[in-house]
């Protein structure tokens, strides 16, 4: 199970969003691979979602059993 601090610039229904499709997206990469986009409103919540929410997500036994990940410098 996943803990958040509450106050990270995210009001509740927010929040809940965010976690629903980062916990959608370990099911997505074992059973249905495929690519996947997930559209953010700016740069910074784009980069935000992915340190926080989306990081975390990539190191579950579930994801690394099935995906490798390299890492990429940022462009800007």
Same mark, same amino acid.
């Given at each position: 199970?996943?803990?958040?601090?509450?106050? @990270?610039?995210?009001?509740?229904?927010? +929040?809940?969003?965010?976690?629903? /499709?980062?916990?959608?997206?370990?099911? $997505?990469?074992?059973?249905?691979?495929?690519r996947t986009?997930?559209?953010?409103?700016?740069? @910074?919540?784009?980069?935000k979602f992915? +340190?926080?929410?989306?990081?975390? /997500?990539?190191?579950?036994?579930?994801? $690394?059993?099935?995906?490798?990940?390299?890492?990429?410098?940022?462009?800007?």
């Amino acid at each position: 199970m996943t803990t958040h601090v509450v106050n @990270d610039g995210y009001d509740s229904s927010i +929040r809940r969003r965010v976690e629903a /499709v980062a916990s959608l997206l370990p099911w $997505r990469i074992k059973f249905d691979p495929a690519r996947t986009l997930i559209y953010q409103p700016t740069i @910074d919540n784009a980069e935000k979602f992915s +340190r926080d929410d989306l990081d975390p /997500v990539l190191q579950w036994p579930v994801v $690394r059993s099935v995906a490798t990940f390299w890492a990429c410098p940022m462009r800007r």
